[in-house]
């Protein structure tokens, strides 16, 4: 095997992420290359496609999701996710044992009396139902007919059936009351182990081609899948797989001919969205942060800011300066005078992109920044 240090591990990171420079991609085949994009916030996708994609235009985004082309549901650590239409029954199905015992087995759910059967035997006539989109009040209301009128069924089915979010035409075209729809294909059986672990292992494959060279505790920290599984899948996809060791000694498994930059090469200044997946696909969190400023972005309420990436690392957050005139820069480590220049850049390519659709982006978390330490640095970057 051979050894890879972590400035290499780090720079294959940012080529899977399309963050060593924009490329020229479709959204479809972007979405695919980064297997996921965070969406618990509405516009983090379209952030997330603008920091990698050359000449991103947002509507591309809003026509792939109206098309069905890019969905977003209830998928990796059981959040939403966007991710494309090709990949979400594999998706799904991989993280099956995951969804149903994050619902399933939850006390909130367990409490009301409901069985794990009971949640079974509507799943058919419900995605029967969601043939068109419907809201939760309209969810909860069918099941009540039913006799279910707890809504933790229906918070448990939205997560773990086969259903996505359907687009509300919002400026992100979601919004925070979502509306559900059956996804178009059949739930999978609950007991069937062997088709989510063969869904697993063609996952494993598309994690790595994202987010390798990988650890199986790292698939395990995006996915929130148990180590003893993954690793039994992995062991399984033998030679289909490529085996490096880590600096720290463990063991990074790879997919064969996947990019590994030299760790010297230049990686360009970006922001962010929140929750960007690079800080969440590794249980070794260094590979992207370090320690110490990790918990001033990920908050300890799992809130995690709108980041600040130099050099390939972290290093601060953003957001729209408050008088709604730029985009405010706090950053935790000192910032070189060129990575400050192409901060700038992004600053006014972002408050371009932004236009009319959304000025006060992210405006919900502002609290966060009256909770910062004394010693940073903060600027205000002007549009064009």
Known sequence: MSVLDDRTCNRATLARQLLLGRVELGVEDAVRQVLALQAQEPASPYLGLWARVAGFDPADLDAAFAAGQVVKATLARITLHAVHAADHRTFHLAMQPTLRAANLDDRRFTSTGLTAADADGVVDDLLGWLHEPRSNAEAEAWLAERGYDDPMLWSSLRRYAPVRHAP???????????????????????????AADEALGVLVERYLTAFGPASVADMAQFLLVPRRRLTVVVEGLGDRLVRHE???????????????????????????????????????????????????????????????????????????????????????????????????????????????????????????????????????????
């Open 168 to 194: 509300t035409g919002s400026p992100w075209a979601f919004d925070r009351r979502p509306v559900h729809v059956a996804a178009g294909f059949a739930p999978p059986a609950p007991d069937d182990v062997a």
């Open 246 to 384: 880590g600096s720290d000694g463990r063991v990074l498994h790879d997919v064969p001919g996947a990019p590994l930059p030299d760790g010297d090469v230049p990686a360009p200044a970006r922001l962010l969205p929140m929750w960007d997946s690079i800080l969440f696909a590794y249980h070794a969190r260094s590979r992207v942060v370090d320690d110490d400023v990790r918990p001033w972005v990920i908050r300890r309420n799992g809130d995690t800011l709108p980041t600040v990436l130099v050099d390939g690392r972290i290093v601060g957050v953003w957001r729209p300066a408050p008088d709604g005139d730029g985009v405010e820069v706090t950053t935790f480590r000192p910032v070189a005078d060129d990575a400050w220049v192409g901060l700038a850049e992004e600053a006014a390519s972002l408050l371009e992109f932004l236009g009319d659709r959304d000025p006060n982006l992210y405006g919900r978390y502002r609290r966060w920044w009256g909770r910062m330490p004394d010693d940073v640095e903060r600027a205000v970057l002007p549009g064009a």
